[in-house]
């Protein structure tokens, strides 16, 4: 049987548009729900993963959950939100993430700013701003409010663009050793068995990567690999 023109085109007319999924990650579950509510009360949004860490994130869209924008507390144990942000920039570039910040503070955003987030807003943000900055993040557009202006205002950034700096280009490294080194020169100075844990390798494996990676950069220690980093814009204070 075949099905007529007028049918099809009346099947495409009433079809809904799919919703663009967004994954939230954040420690408290209660704000965890409340985000949830104020997402999907946005038009066209809806939340397809919800965790409390950043590993539980990376977990989740290596074994292939795929959301559109990411909302991610900077402030989780563990795998917190910078180390999410690096590693999103790295292995999930088509995920678009928006910073969740527990309050106003310049170098929290300039952080974030650097790892390429597409915007900051606080915990208490309300549904208005986080209506306008859904839209925004899934546009490509970089999400503007007064967390973000305070640092265009009266300091040497004239634009968001160039707050997200990113990585410096032409490094010596591989994308593995970069991310051996936002591991190990993580502000918290990790434990060795905590970086390699998070890394999915063994502590022999990574003896053999630091060695390779010491050798590359020139430097002797964990200290000079810290100087290094933070100079190369791979992780930031």
């Known amino acids: 049987m075949k099905t007529s023109i007028r049918t099809v085109l009346k099947e495409s007319i009433t079809k809904k548009p799919t919703a663009i999924p967004v994954a939230i990650a954040h420690h408290c579950e209660a704000m965890r729900l409340g985000l949830t509510q104020m997402v999907e009360q946005v038009p066209g949004y809806k939340v397809v993963l919800r965790v409390g860490d950043g590993a539980e994130l990376m977990a989740a869209l290596r074994a292939g959950t795929a959301p559109r924008i990411a909302l991610v507390d900077l402030h989780m144990k563990g795998v917190d939100g910078y180390l999410v942000l690096a590693w999103l920039h790295d292995h999930c570039p088509d995920v678009l ?13 300039e952080r974030a700013m650097n790892l390429c987030a597409c915007g900051m807003v606080l915990h208490d943000v309300q549904g208005t701003e986080l209506a306008d900055a859904l839209p925004n993040v899934n546009n490509g557009r970089f999400h503007r ?22 990585p410096a280009p032409d490094l ?15 502000p918290e100075a990790l434990p060795e068995r905590i970086v390699a844990k998070h890394l ?29 980093a933070l100079k190369q814009r791979v992780v930031f204070l």
């Open 172 to 186: 010596p490294l591989t994308k593995r050793e970069l991310e051996f080194v936002r591991w190990w020169c993580h």
């Open 145 to 166: 409010n007064a967390v973000v202006d305070r640092l265009l205002t009266g300091k040497r950034y004239r634009q968001p663009a160039d707050l997200r700096r990113g």
């Open 97 to 109: 993430p928006l910073a969740l910040g527990d309050v106003l503070d310049d170098a929290a955003t």
């Open 200 to 228: 999915g390798i063994a502590i022999n494996t990574l003896h053999t990567t630091r060695k390779r990676v010491y050798r590359k950069l020139h430097v002797c220690n964990r200290a000079q690999a810290i100087r290094w």
